[in-house]
T-cell receptor, first 114, second 116 residues
Framework: NAGVMQNPRHLVRRRGQEARLRCSPM?????VYWYRQLPEEGLKFMVY????????ESGMPKERFSAEFPKEGPSILRIQQVVRGDSAAYFCASSSQEFNQPQHFGDGTRLSIL | AQKVTQAQTEISVVEKEDVTLDCVYE???????LFWYKQPPSGELVFLIR??????QNEISGRYSWNFQKSTSSFNFTITASQVVDSAVYFCALLTGYSSASKIIFGSGTRLSIRP
C-alpha cells in the first residue's frame, strides 16, 4: 500500500535551468497539495489541485512556478529559470475528497541550486 | 487570520527528562483540525496526531501526550522520559476551511535535542 510518492528525492540544478518535481498521490486520492520548506523554516502552502483543476494557488510565486495535476499521471511542480532562493525541500500531500480526511505527506524533494 | 505560533525555537534536555513543546493557534473558524508532525534529521514528515476542534479530550500515546485547550487556543505536546531518538524538529499545524480549499498552516517548528 504505497503512500505518497515523490521523485526525485534530491534534485540539483544550475541557475537558469528548469526543475520538475513529481508527486503521485496515494491510491484513491484526488486532492494534491504542494508545500515548500525553506532551510530552517516550517512548511508553507503553495498550491492545491484536483484532477485537471487548480483550486487554490495563493501560495505560489507569481512568476516561474507552475503546477498541474493531469487526468493521467502524477502532479508536476515546475520551476523555470531556477535561482538560488529556490533551494528548499518541496513536499507533496494528498487526501481523499472529504474534508475530515487527513493529508498524507510524501518524503519530499530536496532541490539544490548551484 | 489563521496562524500557528511555536514560540520555542530550540529546546535541549538530558535524556529521561520530560519536555513540553508549546503551540498556540489562531483561527475564526469553529471547525478545524490540529496536528503535530515530527521531522527527523532524515527530513521526512512523520504524522503524530490529529485532533478536531470539537474534541478537547487529552490524548496519550506511549510516552507522548497532548493537551488541547480551546480556552487558551493551545495544543501542547509533552514527551515523557525523553530519549535520544526523540531528537527532531516538531511542527504544530492547523487545518481550517470547511470546503475544498483546505490547506494546512504550519508553525515554524521547535528543534528538540535530547542529550545522552
Amino acid at each position: 500500500n504505497a503512500g505518497v510518492m515523490q521523485n526525485p528525492r534530491h534534485l540539483v540544478r544550475r541557475r537558469g535551468q528548469e526543475a520538475r518535481l513529481r508527486c503521485s498521490p496515494m491510491k484513491g486520492h484526488s486532492h494534491v497539495y504542494w508545500y515548500r520548506q525553506l532551510p530552517e523554516e516550517g512548511l508553507k502552502f503553495m498550491v492545491y489541485l484536483q484532477k485537471e483543476n487548480i483550486i487554490d494557488e495563493s501560495g505560489m510565486p507569481k512568476e516561474r512556478f507552475s503546477a498541474e495535476f493531469p487526468k493521467e499521471g502524477p502532479s508536476i511542480l515546475r520551476i523555470q529559470q531556477v535561482v538560488r532562493g529556490d533551494s528548499a525541500a518541496y513536499f507533496c500531500a494528498s487526501s481523499s475528497q472529504e474534508f475530515n480526511q487527513p493529508q498524507h505527506f510524501g518524503d519530499g524533494t530536496r532541490l539544490s541550486i548551484l | 487570520a489563521q496562524k500557528v505560533t511555536q514560540a520555542q525555537t530550540e529546546i535541549s534536555v538530558v535524556e529521561k527528562e520530560d519536555v513540553t513543546l508549546d503551540c498556540v493557534y489562531e483561527t475564526r473558524d469553529t471547525t478545524y483540525y490540529l496536528f503535530w508532525y515530527k521531522q527527523p534529521p532524515s527530513g521526512e514528515l512523520v504524522f503524530l496526531i490529529r485532533r478536531n476542534s470539537f474534541d478537547e479530550q487529552n490524548e496519550i500515546s506511549g510516552r507522548y501526550s497532548w493537551n488541547f485547550q480551546k480556552s487558551t487556543s493551545s495544543f501542547n505536546f509533552t514527551i515523557t522520559a525523553s530519549q535520544v531518538v526523540d531528537s527532531a524538529v516538531y511542527f504544530c499545524a492547523l487545518l481550517t476551511g470547511y470546503s475544498s480549499a483546505s490547506k494546512i498552516i504550519f508553525g515554524s517548528g521547535t528543534r528538540l535535542s535530547i542529550r545522552p
